[in-house]
Every structure is written in structure tokens, then in C-alpha cells.
């Protein structure tokens, strides 16, 4: 027993190559989008049609497109509307989840009805069919898909929250917080909420790579991010038709995609275990 005490600490303070390599990825992608000047010199829409599908080089570190921009500048700069998307449409989801899951769990039985079986019709429908009817109805665009990817996303939170709230209604703080008189919105916002919220940061730190990927898709598709502009989904669009002869136009935008997606479920892989009290 007293080796294994001894050993709990080492495991816990142990070194984890890979969630600091995750988290160092973040910050890059952080930096690119406050400031890609730092990360990236010139403007990601500078054409020089002499230098066009030039491979990776020293001139261009991961080479030129078809307009001869350099790719590894235009990536950079596509870093702030990726993540734009994806904050976005998990920020609205999240605020709309939380409302409803709130709803859901504070409400009574018929409220309760209404709103889950609202969320099942929205579980029900393939996320990129749902996203691409919204988008058929409001029309293509950055904005509009922030919306539509959003949509989809709302019923997990929902879910998440009104079963943490049904727990967390029926615990002891809460049943002496409403014996000593506070009211309800007091006690929403100082007990319920708080502790409704720790599984949320897991489930929000993933899905901004998920929205992320979302969003590329869909500007893959034609009804996210338009050319000239530096957006990921767009830049592997417009990479497809020349995969034949110049595959690091469509590469290494799809490369950068992966990798977010790999560094934000690796951190929120983390976050889940330390809110569980495990390690990696």
C-alpha cells in the first residue's frame, strides 16, 4: 500500500508528450489568428502566375496553387475563419443547449416533453443533411453556416444539461439551499449551473474541432467560405483538381484540419480525466 501511494503522485505529475505537444498547437493556432503577420509575411492573396504550383521548397516552405500563392501564408491566415467557425457555432450551441437543457431539468413533465422531443427530431436527421437544408434556406455563407452548424450541435448539449441538472437538483446542497430560503434563481445561478457546466468544458473543448471540420466541409461543398478567401475547406476544394500533379495544394490544408482536430480532442481527452480524477 505505501509503494502504491508513493507511486500515485509520479503518475500524476508524469510528463505527457502528447497534451503538451496538443496544447502547444493551440497556441500556435491562437497566435495565427490574432496576429498571422508574426507566423506569416505578406498577404495570403498575392499571385505571381510565374510561380504557380511550385512545390515545396525553400522559396515557398509548402509550395504555391494553381494562382501561385504561397500556401503556407494563405494556411496561416485561414487559421481566424476556421476557428472563427468553430467558436462560433459551439458558442451558440452551447448557449442554446444550456437554455434548453435548463428548461428540460427545472421544467415540469410537459416541458420536459416538449423539449426532448424537439431534440429527438433534431438528433434524427444526418448533421450534414440538417446543416446543408438550413443552408439551402438561408443561403451559403460563413455566417449562415456558423448557424446551421450550430443547429446540429444543440441537441448534445441539451442533453448533457438537463441530465446533470436532474442530478444536481436532487442532492443535498441544493435540497438545504432551498430549505434556508433562496430562491430559484439564486439558486440556478450559485448550485445548479456551476456544477452543471464541468462536463460541458470536455464536451466544448472536442467540439471546436469537430465545428471546425464542420465548417471545412461545408465550404468544401460550395456553401461556407467563397475564393479568393484563405479558408480551409476552401483552399482543399479548390487543391482537388490538381491532386494529380500538385498534391500539396489540397494536402496540406487537410493536414492542418487533422491536426486541430487531433490537439483539441487530445486536450479535451485531458480535461475529461482530470475532471474524473485519472490520468492519461
Given at each position: 500500500m505505501t509503494a502504491a501511494l508513493?507511486?500515485?503522485p509520479a503518475r500524476r505529475g508524469r510528463f505527457a508528450p502528447g497534451v503538451w505537444a496538443a496544447a502547444v498547437f493551440l497556441v500556435l493556432l491562437a497566435v495565427a489568428a490574432l496576429a498571422p503577420g508574426?507566423?506569416?509575411h505578406g498577404s495570403p492573396n498575392d499571385a505571381d502566375t510565374m510561380a504557380a504550383l511550385q512545390g515545396p521548397g525553400a522559396g515557398h516552405l509548402l509550395g504555391t496553387d494553381a494562382n501561385g500563392r504561397d500556401i503556407a501564408?494563405?494556411?496561416v491566415h485561414g487559421v481566424r475563419p476556421s476557428l472563427l467557425t468553430g467558436l462560433g457555432a459551439v458558442g451558440l450551441a452551447v448557449t442554446a443547449g444550456t437554455l434548453l437543457g435548463l428548461s428540460a431539468g427545472l421544467g415540469g413533465r410537459v416541458v420536459d416533453e416538449i423539449v426532448m422531443r424537439a431534440v429527438d427530431v433534431?438528433?434524427?436527421l444526418p448533421n450534414l443533411l440538417l446543416a446543408?437544408?438550413?443552408l439551402t434556406i438561408l443561403g451559403p455563407g460563413t455566417v449562415n453556416a456558423v448557424y446551421a452548424i450550430a443547429l446540429y450541435l444543440v441537441p448534445g448539449y441539451a442533453r448533457l444539461v438537463r441530465v446533470q441538472v436532474r442530478v444536481i437538483r436532487t442532492s443535498g446542497h441544493v435540497e438545504a439551499a432551498?430549505?434556508?430560503g433562496l430562491t430559484r434563481l439564486r439558486i440556478i445561478r450559485r448550485h445548479i449551473?456551476?456544477?452543471a457546466f464541468a462536463p460541458l468544458l470536455v464536451l466544448v473543448t472536442v467540439e471546436i474541432g469537430i465545428a471546425m471540420v464542420a465548417g471545412a466541409s461545408l465550404s468544401f461543398l460550395g456553401f461556407g467560405a467563397r475564393p479568393p478567401d484563405p479558408e480551409w475547406g476552401a483552399m482543399l476544394a479548390a487543391g482537388r483538381d490538381y491532386f494529380s500533379v500538385a498534391w500539396w495544394v489540397a494536402v496540406f490544408p487537410g493536414l492542418a484540419i487533422t491536426?486541430?482536430?487531433l490537439a483539441f480532442t487530445v486536450v479535451g481527452r485531458r480535461f475529461q480525466l482530470r475532471l474524473e480524477g485519472r490520468t492519461a
Open positions: 508513493v507511486a500515485a508574426l507566423l506569416a501564408t494563405r494556411i433534431l438528433l434524427s446543408l437544408v438550413v432551498t430549505s434556508l449551473l456551476p456544477n491536426l486541430t482536430v
